[in-house]
C-alpha cells in the first residue's frame, strides 16, 4: 500500500542557495516526488497554503534573519509531518536541539544523493504509514460503534439511526427501557461516535453508592474535608471533563443530590466538597434509567426541573421479547465475541438447542441471554451446544422436544406485522442452520434450497455475518 504511495508524495525543500535547490529538486524529482521550493520560512508558510507536502526538508540558516534560532521556533508548527533539518558544517549542536523540538532527522552538507534519497523514503514511509492507520480508524470507529448495537429489529434500526444521528451533537441523551436491554452499550456508542471521543468516558451508577458518598464522588473533596479524607481527590465530574458523563439509573439518585447536579448542569460549575475554589467542567451528560421518571415526577420522587434538564432526546429501549428477530444475532455475536476472548473457535448450538435459546422470553433481556449462553457454553463439549449442555443447568430444558426433521418456528405474535414475523423467521432458520453447518455458507445454502448468492444475500441483509464461512 505505501510503496505506490511513495512516488506521489509531496516534498517542499526550504534553502537560500538556488544552486542547491536546483540540484536537490533534480535529484528528488527523479525519485518520482513531486518538489516545490523556496528561499525562506514566509515562503515555506505560502507553499504549505497551496501545497500539501507531505515531507519538508529545511535548512537552519535562513533570509532575513540568518538566525537558526528564528527557524527552530518554527519548528512546533511544522512537525504534524516529518521535517528533516539541512546544516552545515558545525551545526550539529543546532540539529540536535532541532531533534529535540520534533524535527525528524538532520542532513548535514555537502548531502550525498544517495543519503538524501534513503532519509528521504524512510521519512515518508512511516508518516504515510500512520497517516493510512490514522484514516482506517477514523473510517472504522463509526462502523464498529454502531455494530455494538445488535438486531434488525425496526426497534433498534430506529436506535441506530438516532444514535448515529445525535453523537456528533452536544444534546443531552435520556436513555430508557427495562434492565438488561443494552442502555450502557447505547451510551458508549453515542461516546464513541462524538467530537469527545479522544476524551474520558466515566460511568457512574447513581443506585450502587451510598447517598452519603455520593456527592464527593461526584464533586471530589479537599484534604479533611471529613473524617477519612486524609489527602485531595478529584470527583469523577472533574474526571470526565471534556468527554461524556454516563449517570446510570438516575431514577435512584437522592434529592439532595438532584438539586447539586442541576446547579451543575446549569452553571457547568462545582465546589468540592470542603473546597472553596470553583472547578469548571466541560461535559456531554448521558443518563439512564430503567424507572418511570415521568411517573417519579408526578410523586415527587424526582425533581421536574432536572427531569427536563437531562432529557434532550430520548431514546426507548424494547424487552427482547418484543424484538424476537433480534435473538439469533445476539446468539451469534455473543458466541463469536467469546470465542474471540478465548482465542479459539466458536462453539455453536445445534438445531435442539438453537431452538430453545429461540423459545424462551428472557425476562432479563439481552443481559440475560449472554449470561445464559456464557454459562453454557462453558460446559460444552466438542464445539456444540447441545439440548442435554443446557439440561444440566437448566432442567426445565429437558421437556423441550424439537419436532423431528423439522425447523421449529418462533412462536406467534398477534401483535406483530406479517414482514416483522416473516424477517423473524427467516432470521431463525438461516441462523440455525448454519449454526448446524458450522457456518459453511455452501451447506447451509443447500439446506435452506437456497443460491449460495441468495444466501449471502440474506445474511448481508440482515447482519448475519461470522467468521470462518465457505
Known sequence: MIQPLLHQARIILIDDEPAFRTLSCEWLTQEGYQVQTGASLAELTKQLSQFDADLILLDLSLPPHFNPQHTLSALPQLIDRPVIILTGHGERELALEALRQGAWDFLAKPIDPDMLAVVVKRALTKHLLVREI???KSDLAPTSALN???GASASMNNIRT???????????????GPSGTGKEVISRAIHDLSNRAQHPFISVHCGAIPAELLESELFGHTKGAFTGADKARQGLLKLADGGTLFLDEIGEMPQAMQIKLLRVLQEGS????????????????VSATNADLAEKVRLGEFREDLYY?????????CPLDERPEDIALLITHFLAQQAKVEAQAPKHPNSSAFNWFMQQSWPGNVRELKSTLDSVTAIAR??????????LLYPSASAHHPTTNHHQLPAINTEQTLDAQVKALEISLISQVLATHHNNRTHAAQALGLSRQGLLKKIERYGLSSKGQQ
Request: glycine fraction near 8%; aromatic fraction near 4%.
Open 309 to 317: 434538564r437531562i432529557k434532550g432526546v430520548n431514546i426507548e429501549t
Open 162 to 176: 438516532l444514535v448515529e444521528r445525535i453523537a456528533p451533537t452536544d444534546v443531552r441523551v435520556l436513555v430508557t
Open 382 to 391: 466438542n464445539g456444540i451446544i447441545t439440548l442435554e449442555d443446557i439440561a
Open 134 to 136: 490514522h484514516s482506517l
Open 148 to 150: 455494538r448495537l445488535i
Open 270 to 285: 462545582f465546589y468540592p466538597v470542603g473546597g472553596r475554589n470553583l472547578e469548571t467542567i466541560d461535559v456531554r451528560l
